[in-house]
């Protein structure tokens, strides 16, 4: 299917421009193709909801798009999702080095990063890059507070769709905004480790210990992964963890919420979740889940994957080990050791994962993309559903495993 970019056109001229040669090559068999104008997107995306002019739509049906993956506004119903795209304003372009708001300043809008890219300093002293997409500016509506850093943008032809405290507040309901508060709350810029206290051992992995933490003033819990350096570095793959844990900003990941470095150890600082893993629920509670809890954690992996996916990471492996649940019983993926960035390539060949859960196409040697996340919550999705794995449920072999993964 292809989407003219045009949205009022005869389907002739649009083929005529559209395909072309040097897009397009059939297959052996041939092949057929159906043009969907620009029009005919924006009415599945606003049902019976007025359209813009066709000169808007582009611009429309980006906000719809990149608004409906936002954190902040994911759980919009659709029909809330178009509405609240109409009431954004489109700012004209910003240039590098102009100061988008100040620290301290009172803030009474948001922003979404339309083109272009902003950095974030707090103190002076840089917080984060935003690119495309990202959002920003929602916590001093969140909070009632001053805005608690400097913007600053960094690209040329910076673009913003902005929204107004009225926009935010009929659009996100007080049980997202108590939700996002509390997400907000972990994120305390002027954290140290000198403002944690250790409450408790929790666990030692390969690489280091974990423990239970307190803010000594406030009461907050979080969880503090300790890693020792090697010949005073951060090891690669920590590192690289690390990176791909921040880009994967969702609901249902992980919450990274700051890292610390001494000569000898990195301190990784994360939320604190408390409901366990979904592997122990399925072991000593559920035996074989029932329609609706298989739907429930299925359907909110399947969001975790998308997002992972828009932000070209391949999970690589998806278990229920990995998968936790929060206090309310929503999913939490952990652990991103073998996720890999795949912005800049379409193919990787290393075999990795654990075996049970491995797509056929890791183990052939011809490559394999993001799609390998699929394969492994299918087997999960059988796994929660009949009780057992569906290759080599009877053998701890990886051979025999492999063998059966591949017939």
């Avoid at 005919?40 to 019976?48: K, M, P, V």
Wanted: proline share 3%.
């Amino acid at each position: 299917m292809l989407c003219s970019s045009k949205a009022y056109e005869s389907p002739k001229a649009s083929a005529k421009r559209v395909l072309r040669p040097d897009r397009l090559v059939a297959g052996e068999t041939g092949g057929r193709i159906a043009l969907v104008p620009l029009e005919g997107i924006a009415r599945s995306l606003s049902g019976d909801m007025e359209l813009p002019e066709p000169a808007e739509l582009m611009d429309y049906i980006s906000k719809v798009l990149i608004i409906s993956r936002l954190p902040v506004l994911k759980r919009l119903a659709n029909f809330q999702v178009c509405s609240i795209s109409k009431a954004l304003d489109s700012t004209d372009p910003w240039r590098p080095g102009e100061i988008v708001f100040d620290q301290g300043e009172a803030g009474d809008k948001f922003y979404i990063v339309m083109s272009g890219g902003v950095r974030v300093d707090v103190d002076g002293v840089l917080l984060r890059e935003l690119g495309k997409g990202a959002c920003f500016g929602e916590r001093a509506l969140l909070f009632d507070e001053k805005r608690s850093g400097k913007v600053t943008v960094t690209e040329p032809d910076t673009r913003f769709w902005v929204g107004t405290r009225d926009v935010f507040e009929k659009f996100v309901t007080k049980n997202m905004r108590d939700d996002l508060r509390e997400r907000a709350k972990l994120q305390d810029w002027t954290l140290s480790l000198k403002n944690l206290r250790h409450v408790r051992m929790i666990g030692v992995g390969a690489f280091g210990s974990v423990r239970l933490v307190e803010h000594v003033k406030t009461g907050a819990r979080y969880a503090l992964k300790r890693i020792k350096k090697e010949d005073g570095q951060v090891p690669m793959e920590i590192q690289e963890e690390c990176n791909l844990l921040a880009m994967a900003s969702h609901p249902f990941v992980l919450q990274l919420v700051k890292s610390f470095q001494t000569e000898k150890s990195l301190y990784i600082l994360t939320e604190l979740i408390t409901g366990g893993q979904l592997y122990e629920q399925m072991r000593d509670k559920m035996g074989t889940a029932s329609r609706r809890h298989a739907q429930f954690y299925t359907g909110s992996l399947v969001l975790i994957l998308e997002a992972l996916h828009l932000a070209g990471v391949a999970y690589r492996d998806l278990k229920p080990e990995n998968v936790m649940l929060d206090s309310q019983g929503y999913v939490k993926l952990v652990d991103f050791g073998l996720a890999k960035d795949m912005r800049d390539q379409s193919k990787t060949f290393t075999i990795v994962g654990t075996v049970y859960y491995m797509a056929p196409d890791i183990f052939v040697g011809r490559g394999y993309g993001l799609e390998v996340d699929f394969w492994s919550l299918g087997i999960m999705l059988y796994e929660l559903v009949c009780g057992r794995l569906p290759f080599g449920n009877e053998s701890a072999e990886e051979d025999d495993i492999i063998a059966a993964v591949l017939e």
